[in-house]
T-cell receptor, first 109, second 114 residues
Framework: GQQVMQIPQYQHVQEGEDFTTYCNSS?????IQWYKQRPGGHPVFLIQ?????EVKKQKRLTFQFGEAKKNSSLHITATQTTDVGTYFC?????????FGTGTSLTVIP | DGGITQSPKYLFRKEGQNVTLSCEQN?????MYWYRQDPGQGLRLIYY???????QKGDIAEGYSVSREKKESFPLTVTSAQKNPTAFYLC?????????????FGQGTRLTVV
């Protein structure tokens, strides 16, 4: 069954508002990765976090890995219409590579 | 130009027919994966392979089969036993055994069974 959950499943924001998606794993992860899938496209790698409590930034995107390495978050500041898509967290669990349930972001101009 | 290629992009099949989806990569990756994505849903793991001639079932392997005869290729067969095969299928590859590496995806195959 699904071992990596994300909330919320859907989020509609007005352009310029902030957005956050949360990822929770039932087990400790050695690392966590984030991907973005544009509508009609395929997932594209954004970033990887490895260390407990790690925080990384990419322009308006801030990624955080929890202290227990079981949860993570992605925060977008001042969303733009180009941020539209579904954001997935992902990580290795045993020999498998699991993706979270995803958060679909809609940005209203 | 390195990458991972899935074909075809769109596929239509009649109910009861088996169909094979192609996935080829020239990234020299050991690990390859097949995921299924339904509208508004996440990615569910069907099968994965870490090495040639070896593969394991994921969470939703029933009704699917795979082979890994070559490192570059990991075809997925959707059999008539799959109850609801209409979906978007994504193939991915990544390095394995060298720490933590990102997954690269193909463009996907949208399968419609009528």
């Amino acid at each position: 069954g699904q071992q990596v959950m994300q909330i919320p499943q859907y989020q509609h924001v007005q352009e310029g508002e902030d957005f956050t998606t949360y990822c929770n794993s039932s087990t400790t992860l050695s690392n966590i990765q984030w991907y973005k899938q544009r509508p009609g496209g395929h997932p594209v790698f954004l970033i990887q976090l490895v260390k407990s409590g790690e925080v990384k930034k990419q322009k308006r995107l801030t990624f955080q890995f929890g202290e227990a390495k079981k949860n993570s978050s992605l925060h977008i500041t001042a969303t733009q219409t180009t941020d539209v898509g579904t954001y997935f967290c992902a990580g290795p669990l045993g020999n498998q590579f699991y993706f979270g349930t995803g958060t679909s972001l809609t940005v209203i101009p | 130009d390195g990458g991972i290629t899935q074909s075809p992009k769109y596929l239509f099949r009649k109910e009861g027919q088996n169909v094979t989806l192609s996935c080829e990569q020239n990234l020299n990756h050991d690990a390859m994966y097949w995921y299924r994505q339904d509208p508004g849903q996440g990615l569910r793991l069907i099968y994965y392979s870490q090495i040639v001639n070896d593969f394991q079932k994921g969470d939703i392997a029933e009704g699917y089969s795979v082979s890994r005869e070559k490192k570059e290729s990991f075809p997925l067969t959707v059999t008539s036993a799959q109850k609801n095969p209409t979906a978007f299928y994504l193939c991915a590859s990544r390095e394995y055994g060298r720490g933590n590496t990102e997954a690269f995806f193909g463009q996907g195959t949208r399968l419609t069974v009528v």
